[in-house]
């Protein structure tokens, strides 16, 4: 199973995430902002990300391009979680690294899908 880091500014979101994804038998770390997630993968690698874009200080976009270039982040898969869904807004996740798209509200089985199409 895949550890997993999601980042999001809403509390209920990240309780979903996590509830969802746990129960695939993932391992999952939160974070609530992009200083913070920065701040968890310089202390320990993750397969993916999953990102809120509209955050305060640092936007999932900004984060992902962020992430990617650091040692630890490199490698990992991370998807957007917004609900953005404008075909400029995908193009600038997709221009900064980001593998999938995820708009919300989402299906859980969708989160699944996906989820498991990148581990």
Do not use: C
Request: charged share 25%; proline share 3%.
């Amino acid at each position: 199973m895949a550890r997993i880091l999601t980042v999001d500014d809403a509390p209920a979101v990240l309780k979903i995430l996590n509830l969802v994804l746990t129960t695939e038998g993932h391992e999952v770390t939160s974070a609530s902002n992009g200083m913070e997630a920065l701040q968890k993968i310089e202390v320990s690698g993750f397969d993916i990300g999953i990102f809120d874009v509209n955050m305060p200080g640092m936007t999932g976009i900004e984060l992902t391009e962020k992430t990617l270039k650091t040692e630890n982040g490199k490698s990992m898969k991370i998807v957007m979680l917004t609900t953005e869904s404008s075909d400029e807004m995908k193009n600038k996740g997709k221009a900064a690294g980001a593998v999938g798209w995820l708009v919300k509200p989402f299906a859980n089985e969708s989160l699944v899908k996906l989820i498991s199409q990148l581990t």
